[in-house]
C-alpha cells in the first residue's frame, strides 16, 4: 500500500526511481521493492526520506485515506503560511456553504 503512493507521487513529480533514489539516499532496488509490495514495511526513517525526496510529508505515505489530492494538500498549506487560522478557515467554509444554501433559497424562489 505504501509502495503504490510512492510510486504514485514519483510518477507525479516525472522522476524515475534512480532519480528518486539519488535525492532521496536511498538504494534504486530497495525503492522497487517497496513500490512492487515486496518490502511491505519500509522504517520510519526511510519514509522520511522518501517523502523529503517527494516533497511531501511522511504522514501522507502512511495515511490510508486517498482521497484527499495533493492539490487540497498544497491550498491548506498555502493558507497556512499567509498566516490563516484554523478558525478563519473554518468561519470561510461555514460563510460559503451559507452563500450556497442563500443561492439554492434564491433559485427556488425564481422558479416559482
Known sequence: MV???IKKMRE???LTII?????SGISK???SSI??????NPSIQVLDKISYALGISSNHLLCFKDDIDDDWIQLVK???EEGLSKQEFLEFIQFTQFKRVS???RNR???N
Open 103 to 105: 443561492n439554492i433559497e
Open 12 to 14: 507525479k513529480r516525472g
Open 29 to 31: 532496488s530497495y525503492l
Open 109 to 111: 424562489f425564481k422558479d
Open 3 to 5: 509502495g503504490d503512493k
Open 35 to 40: 513500490e512492487r509490495g515486496i518490502q511491505k
Open 78 to 80: 498555502m493558507a497556512i
Open 19 to 23: 532519480e528518486l533514489s539519488t535525492k
